[in-house]
């Protein structure tokens, strides 16, 4: 059972023979829209989708006829391709930052819109919330930074990029080379999803609590008061959810130019 058909069950208050209806990873649960044999495509991935189209199209309208000067949907474009190529690749990688913006600028805001998807009526979910689009996200930045790793250095030099760190002592030697193979090679891509899928997740959760507690809570009596303050609640939880929204979406790229720009240097 989803957080909106929660909320839509008009007879369950407190005051009526219900409890409260908790959300739990049950509000994270979707019935399939149809079924392909044992594949079931569900809402997050509809709302993936959506979002896919939503960026491809955008950037397609902004740039498919570029102009001198530029139209509404160019200088957007230029805009969000600016801020990403100023102020993460360029910041971060340098010179060589200018071949990946597209990428960047891809990843951002991919991620960035199916994050705001949380606070858009109808859908009122963020895909990152399911685990699999962080993971397939992280995975796609892991899999460019092994690749341009070993494309820089070749084979000795990327497994030295990896893990080697120049000047140790020699017993402290297969220590710091096991620390910084399981930081590079197996943290990295975990902690890149797992931060992005636990803000969203936590987010969304707080803010469905909230808005079924506002009704579970609407009464003729005195706690409808505390079910304004609920709601209130609930508001500024959104509110703030909005700014976690752009912040995740921009560390994630962040994130991914400074794996990009770790394999492009020298071994350490």
């Not at 908790?22 to 044999?37: E, M, Q, R, T, V």
């Not at 199209?57 to 139209?71: Q, S």
């Not at 200088?75 to 990403?84: A, D, H, Q, S, T």
């Not at 009596?221 to 752009?246: K, W």
Request: glycine share 8%; charged share 10%.
């Amino acid at each position: 059972m989803s957080a909106q058909t929660l909320l839509a069950e008009s007879g369950c208050h407190i005051n009526a023979d219900c409890g409260f209806p908790a959300p739990g990873l049950h509000s994270f649960d979707f019935k399939p829209i149809f079924s392909i044999g044992s594949f079931d495509f569900t809402k997050p991935m509809l709302l993936a989708v959506i979002c896919m189209l939503l960026v491809v199209g955008f950037f397609w309208a902004a740039f498919n006829k570029p102009k001198l000067v530029p139209g509404k949907f160019q200088l957007v474009g230029e805009i969000g391709y600016n801020f990403v190529a100023r102020s993460i690749a360029r910041e971060v990688i340098g010179k060589k930052g200018n071949k990946y913006v597209p990428f960047l600028t891809s990843i951002f805001f991919f991620v960035w819109i199916m994050n705001v998807m949380s606070i858009i009526p109808l859908a009122q979910f963020p895909a990152t919330s399911r685990f699999a689009f962080p993971v397939g996200l992280a995975a796609l930045v892991f899999i460019t930074y092994m690749y341009l790793t070993f494309k820089t250095h070749g084979f000795k030099g990327g497994v030295k990029n990896l893990v080697w760190i120049e000047g140790l002592p020699k017993p402290l030697v297969p220590l710091i080379v096991l620390l910084e193979f399981i930081q590079n090679v197996i943290t990295r891509p975990f902690t890149l999803a797992v931060r992005l899928w636990a803000n969203m997740f936590a987010g969304h959760m707080l803010i469905v609590m909230f808005s079924v507690a506002s009704w579970y809570l609407l009464t003729p009596s005195f706690l409808s008061a505390v079910a304004g303050g609920s709601f209130v609640l609930a508001v500024g939880m959104t509110a703030f959810e909005v700014l976690i929204q752009f912040l995740q979406a921009y560390i994630f790229t962040l994130l991914a130019s400074i794996y990009i720009s770790g394999a492009l240097e020298e071994g350490h």
